[in-house]
């Protein structure tokens, strides 16, 4: 199953982020003996014992909605937050960088689903964050593209044209605020059911976990 999900990512020129959240390090260690080195987890606690028992070379991607406290725990090793989604949280990020003397990779999460429930900012609320002078002052941080996820549905038009939007937000982003800046470039898109239509709509990183590990 991974080398064939590596090739279809691969022909995007995408980047598979295996997403190991509940699963176990055995299974984990399984995907890495294949080659496997991007994981992706939710919850800060289960990360920070995954990170301290498995190899250090993995890159440990943070997915989940990020509380201001548990900031901490995950600034000294994690290798990008996808899930940036309020301004309050990144102000958090920068503090405990600038402590570790480290600048800390970040995506800007964009709550593109109908559903209320999937946290992240609109437009209005990234552009405020961007333009703003706390945002500015900030040494610690970098932004390198974008996130988010898309409808839990069926309706497969719905979902690709939440990523069409996804794309268009980048696009914004990029022009406006990021055009001489090499490293925003990406947009974290895609899961089990729906990664292909991601790659599709221009996913640089798509984030999978049922189809690699077996249901949660
Ligand atoms: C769990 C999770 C995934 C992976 O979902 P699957 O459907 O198991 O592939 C991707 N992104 C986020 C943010 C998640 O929480």
């Known amino acids: ?46 990360l920070a014992e995954k990170y301290e028992t498995l190899p ?5 991607h943070f997915i989940g909605h990020l509380q201001t406290n548990k900031v901490k725990y995950l600034v000294p090793f994690v290798h990008l937050i996808h899930s940036v989604d ?7 990020i920068n503090k405990q960088a600038l402590k570790e003397d480290k600048v800390i990779n970040c995506l800007i999460q964009f709550h593109i689903a ?16 961007l333009e703003s002078e706390a945002y500015q002052m900030m040494q610690n941080i970098r932004f390198v593209g974008v996130m988010g996820m898309g409808t839990f549905t069926d309706n497969m038009d719905q979902v690709r044209k939440e990523f069409q939007q ?4 980048f ?21 089990s059911g729906d990664y292909m239509l991601a790659l599709e709509e221009g996913s640089t990183m798509v984030r999978i976990g049922t189809l690699l590990f077996g249901r949660r």
């Open 166 to 169: 996804l794309k268009s937000l």
């Open 86 to 92: 309020r301004f309050k949280v990144l102000k958090e």
């Open 171 to 191: 696009d914004e982003l990029k022009i406006n605020y990021f055009s001489t800046d090499d490293t925003f470039k990406e947009i974290s898109m895609g899961m």
């Open 56 to 60: 250090k070379d993995i890159k440990w």
């Open 114 to 129: 109908e559903e209320s429930s999937k946290f992240g900012f609109d437009i209005q609320e990234a552009r405020e964050m």
């Open 1 to 46: 199953m991974l080398k064939e999900i590596q090739n279809q990512i691969q022909a995007y020129s995408a980047q598979l982020i295996a997403v190991s959240k509940t699963k176990s390090n055995a299974q984990i260690m399984e995907l890495y003996e294949l080659g496997q080195r991007d994981f992706g987890e939710n919850r800060v606690l289960e």
